[in-house]
């Protein structure tokens, strides 16, 4: 009992931390989460463009992974790890594309809750063995970093909005 308790605790906790980098994202950047959500309305374009991006630093990284210095191989992991966390950025526009589906009144007030949702729905369909554990993720990660890449595209063109802190405290 106590194995199985072991692994199903650890599943949920990495599909915790998947919905919360997409609610980080949705925080930290939400012009960047609303535009790479709009850029999911051609995932295909977003596949390649994602796939082209990310071939180039995982080879290089991995290469430099392989060198007895320690110096590659920390660049190396971090070469292979950063288009990964780019790709969970871009692909915090898709959980709010999937949370959009599921409208709720709150969205106006607090359009977090359709990336919490759409994140909660995206996190589930990782559970379906094989396809889930494998093809979805990286599918996942590969397009969000097209969307990524093509939401800083699109902000050069969208005038710059400034950031204006709350003047009441969040409760």
Known sequence: MADILK??????????IYVNYWLLA??????????????????VKLTVI?????????ILGLILAQRPNPVFQISG???????????????????SRIGAGLNSPLDASQPWRRVLRGGIVLSGSFL??????IIIPIWVLIS?????????????????TPFIPATQPIA
């Open 144 to 160: 969000g970093l097209g969307a990524f890449l093509l939401s800083l595209k699109a902000e050069s063109s969208d005038s710059p």
């Open 50 to 58: 994602g796939l082209a991006a990310a071939l180039a630093p995982v």
């Open 77 to 95: 992991i971090t070469m292979m790890v950063v288009p990964g966390l780019l790709g969970l950025a871009g692909s915090a526009g898709l959980t």
């Open 7 to 16: 692994i199903a605790l650890i599943v949920v906790g990495i599909l915790a």
């Open 128 to 133: 379906l063995p094989v396809v889930g554990w």
């Open 26 to 43: 949705q925080a930290l950047f939400p012009s960047l989460v609303e535009r790479a959500a709009k850029q999911y309305a051609s995932p």
